[in-house]
């Protein structure tokens, strides 16, 4: 920090000017308590600016508050503007004086200002002691005493707060400027505070429209894809019903393959539409027995697990705080997965569940494992696998959209939970998702 500040100087004080100096140094202090206080719970900025230049104003005894922000000139130049202010009572504001607004520091004779405050020392004292071609500017403005302090940040001269005394002189004592290197300490901080979470705002305002959008855009395309794919899939069986064996062996086999791509397609558009309607459709979480939410899933999928001869076993679960729809859809796909991805042995699934805390929101939660023994998945797909359209294998290998484990992620985050899976290539996958608990 640099020293020296420029300011007349002063004869010693006797105790009594002392203790009252102190005394006003510590009503500083105070109120940069309740400012930083403030600032931080990110209340209304402007709101929060006006009341902090007032509690200033009366703590420091004086006249006049303001706030001035730099802004880059033409040529290098830095021009100042006043942008907050607080008045006492009787005292001319000078919030709407244009010369104020756009002032050119040092091609107004103030190139003292911008040397001095630019290097992060105060400019303070009484008007009769400044250089000509400030006191004009100021006089006019009936400043008696003044104290201006710089205003960083992120380390940059960003611009000055400054008090005026109009009514009377007014001595700065060491205490007292001290304190107002500590406001304007403060508000430096509170500034980039602001600017984080503006910019924090925007971006989050930004997701939500861009997911809001594409949530939009599956729905209309899925919905709208469904009638038109109804009726290609419709003729395409009319085409092999009457015409099959007559257009020789290769019209076959396309129809074939027509028919087997409208079909996959329309899976496709079923899962987009349903991926479009989690958030949409969802019910609002209740307490729901995940070990129905199991049987349903399992009932579902028993065509499956019999052709596989999978053996599925699980551990009593708990109550969460669910979609009972949902919960059951998770459990559907998670366990679908664990069947479709197998080893050349007959699968075995097992479901279990374990308490645990998220620590972050402070909350109690039930982590739910669905463990295999299929194929595995390599450490770096991990995190993918969880993306719409992702998939590690192709049709013909396993067929499938690549949409299931999308859905379970985007469930299991409507109602505040994590999914991830932990596997060994080759031996098997566990998967894990967190719920509230009841
Ligand atoms: P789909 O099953 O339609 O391919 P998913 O979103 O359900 O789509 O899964 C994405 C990919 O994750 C799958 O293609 C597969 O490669 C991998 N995967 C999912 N579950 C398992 C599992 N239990 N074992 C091994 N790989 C899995």
Redesign the pocket.
């Known amino acids: 920090m640099v020293t020296g500040v420029i300011g007349p100087a002063r004869e010693l004080s006797d105790g009594a000017q002392e203790n009252a100096e102190l005394r006003r140094r510590d009503a500083i202090l105070e109120a940069v308590g309740f400012i930083a206080e403030r600032f931080l719970r990110d209340e209304d900025w402007e709101e929060s600016i006006q009341d902090a230049l007032a509690r200033l104003g009366r703590a420091a005894g004086v006249n006049r508050v303001y706030i001035f922000e730099n802004r880059p000139g033409p040529d290098a130049a830095i021009l100042t503007g006043q942008r907050y202010e607080w008045v006492a009572p009787g005292i001319v504001p000078q919030i709407d004086n244009p010369d104020l607004q756009d002032f050119p520091l040092r091609a107004a004779g103030f190139g003292r200002w911008e040397e001095v405050l630019g290097r992060g020392d105060l400019i303070y004292g009484h008007i009769r002691d400044f250089p000509p071609s400030e006191r004009e500017v100021l006089m006019a403005q009936d400043i008696k005493s003044i104290a201006v302090v710089p205003i960083f940040v992120e380390q940059k001269w960003w611009g000055f707060i400054g008090f005026d005394a109009c009514s009377a002189e007014r001595e700065w004592s060491a205490a007292e400027t001290d304190a107002l290197r500590i406001v304007a300490g403060i508000l430096g901080a509170a500034i980039q505070h602001q600017r984080v979470q503006a910019a924090l705002r925007e971006a989050l305002a930004e997701l939500q429209r861009s997911n809001a959008d594409l949530e939009q855009f599956a729905h209309v395309a899925s919905h709208d894809l469904q009638e038109p794919l109804r009726m290609v899939i419709g003729f395409l069986d009319l085409l092999a019903e009457r015409y099959g064996g007559q257009l020789g062996p290769d019209a076959d086999e396309f129809i074939g393959f027509a028919v087997d791509g409208a079909r996959r397609m329309q899976n496709l558009i079923n899962a987009l539409l349903e991926y479009s309607r989690i958030r949409t459709r969802g019910q609002a979480p209740r307490p729901t027995d995940a070990n129905v939410a199991l049987q349903d899933a399992l009932w579902n999928l028993q065509v499956a697990i019999a052709e596989a001869g999978a053996t599925v076993t699980h551990d009593p679960l708990p109550t969460v705080l669910a979609d009972p729809t949902q919960l059951m859809q998770l459990f559907q796909?998670?366990i679908?997965?664990?069947i479709?991805?197998r080893r050349a042995e007959p699968p075995v699934v097992h479901i279990s569940a374990q308490q645990t805390t998220d620590i972050a929101a402070g909350k109690a939660m039930w982590e739910f494992l669905v463990r295999?023994n299929?194929?595995?998945?390599a450490a770096e797909?991990a995190d993918r696998?969880?993306n719409l359209f992702?998939?590690?294998?192709t049709q013909r290998q396993?067929?499938?959209?690549?949409?299931?484990?999308?859905?379970?992620k985007k469930i299991v985050e409507r109602h505040g939970g994590r999914i991830w899976?932990e596997?060994t290539p080759g031996q098997?996958?566990t998967?894990h998702f967190t719920l509230p608990a009841a």
Do not use: Q
């Open positions: 796909n998670l679908g997965n664990a479709k991805f295999d299929g194929i595995g998945i797909d696998i969880f992702e998939r590690l294998h396993y067929p499938g959209v690549g949409i299931g484990l999308a859905v379970c899976v596997s098997g996958s998967f």
